[in-house]
Structure formats: structure tokens, C-alpha cells
């Protein structure tokens, strides 16, 4: 019951930061940029200026699907923010070419992250079912839930490892659009309150994860003490 209810508790969480970040992002999209740029635009000017060469900055399909890909070196932004000229398509674009610079510097924690990938994808695909098999063996096969710990705590770890990863890549953003003189300084506060949110919905991740991982733990130790 209670891993129900830290679910169920974390997914209210999320919602209300992901309806609070789609809010945010349509405020700010209703003004154009005195700049009058486009996200595309910044992305490459971006790049550019951090002397980024090889990267590629495409439009793809859906809303709120902005990623950098460090596989084949590609900056993909959303319709909205690939042909925006606002502070939230501003914010965006920088912020995905923000993760673009971190892969060209070799930025530690994007490194550690990327490593993580397969280990994660592997993890995921069972993590379930051995916890499953754990919780209902715990009394006469406990070390069946210590293996289903173990892979939980690699996707743990991943959603924690993220946190420094969006958060840097924000950082190199907002530095990088004030510098630039891209956007204004009422923008660029926009564009920092934007990317604060989008932040969030990571922070709730990394937390449900942590918390989740201990509630199989205490659930191990009870029942070896058992």
C-alpha cells in the first residue's frame, strides 16, 4: 500500500509542476523577442559562438520533445520553439545547445550519465518484476528484492546524476543569452523563471526515485530482521 501512495503522491507532484511548466511556457510565448529571433536561429548562433561545429539543429514533432542528441550530434527542438520568437523558445534552444557544449567539453557529469545509458536501459526492463518477485519472497528468498534493489538504484542514480547535468545546461544558457544580448533583461528573467520549471519536473523524478528506493530498502530490513 505504501509504495502505491508514494506513487500516487509524486505523480499529483508532477502533474501540477508540468501544468505549472506548460503555463509558464505559454505565457511566454505570447511576446516576440525584440531580438526577433528564432529558436533556430539562437541555436546556431549558440553553437557557434561556443565554437561548436558539428552539430546540427533540426525540427522535430510534438510539444515539449526538445533534446540534444550526443549519438548523432543533433540539436532537436519542438515546432514551437524551432520557429519561436520568444522568451520561451529563446530559453529552449539555448538550453538543449546548453547539453551540446557540455558533450564538446566533456562535462563529467554528462559523461558519467551517458555511461549510465545502457546499464539503465537493461535495469528498467526488470527492475518491476524482481522487485515484484522480492516483496512476495521476502521471507524465504530476500536476496531475490537485494538484486531488484541494486537495479533500482542504478535508475536512481541516473534521475539523481540528471539533476547537475539540466541544471548546468541552464546555467550555460542564461549566462550565454545575457552575455549575447539576445534578450532583454525582462526576457531573460523569463527565460530563467522557464527553465527553473522545466528544471522542476527533474527534481520530482530524482526525488520519487530516491524515495522509492528507500522504501524497498526498509522493506529488505524488516524482513531480514524478520
Known sequence: ??????????????????MRLKSKFKQYSM???????????????????NGVNDVKVISVEGQLTDHYNPANKTVNLSHDVYYGRNAAAAAVSAHECGHAVQHAR???????????VPVVSIASTWVPWVLLGGVLLINTFPTLLLIGIVLF??????????????????????????????VNNAEHAKAKDALWWAAMTYVVAALQAVATLMYYVMIYLGGRRD
Do not use: H
Not at 171 to 177: E, F, N
Open 1 to 18: 500500500m505504501m509504495i502505491y501512495i508514494i506513487s500516487i503522491a509524486f505523480m499529483l507532484v508532477g502533474w501540477l509542476v508540468s
Open 31 to 49: 511576446e516576440t523577442l525584440g531580438t526577433n529571433m528564432s529558436g533556430a536561429e539562437i541555436a546556431d548562433k549558440m553553437l557557434r559562438d
Open 106 to 116: 566533456a562535462y563529467s557529469m554528462l559523461t558519467l550519465r551517458s555511461a549510465l
Open 153 to 182: 538504484a542504478t535508475t536512481a542514480l541516473f534521475s539523481v546524476i540528471t539533476l547537475p547535468v539540466e541544471f548546468d545546461a541552464s546555467k550555460r544558457a542564461l549566462v550565454w543569452l545575457e552575455n549575447s544580448r539576445i
